[in-house]
């Protein structure tokens, strides 16, 4: 009896062709729907900066330019200080709005950012 009749088991040869399948079903959805250089568009990340004024609560909106969709967006208190409190960081029309609330006796900034897709 040969080496390789020894070593092949009915379930080693079905769990392999098993294996085979499932992997080559996986590639073909892999190239089918893949993303390429084509469809890869830049992202564009656009912040405005603002002094949110003492025992003041202030909007920051920042839209993205014509012909890009915003993605994603945020806003930072910077410097952190614990007397600044973000109230609201949403998506809103084409580009993204935030609200931050200063409780200290001065002034404070913000920075929002927002992420534009070109289309």
């Given amino acids: 009896m040969s080496w390789i009749k020894r070593r092949l088991s009915p379930s080693l040869v079905i769990s392999t062709i098993a294996l085979c399948v499932a992997l080559s079903g996986t590639a073909f959805a892999l190239a089918r729907n893949s993303v390429g250089a084509r469809e890869l568009k830049p992202i564009v990340l656009r912040e405005k900066d603002r002094t949110i004024a003492p025992h003041t ?45 200063n409780n200290d006796g001065v002034p404070h900034e913000a920075d929002t950012e927002v992420l534009c897709l070109k289309r």
């Fill in 57 to 101: 609560t202030r909007v920051i909106d920042i839209k993205c330019r014509r012909g890009q969709q915003v993605t994603g967006g945020g806003v930072e208190e910077l410097g952190h200080s614990s007397a600044t409190d973000v109230e609201d960081s949403h998506p809103h029309r084409n580009g993204w709005e935030a609200s931050v609330t």
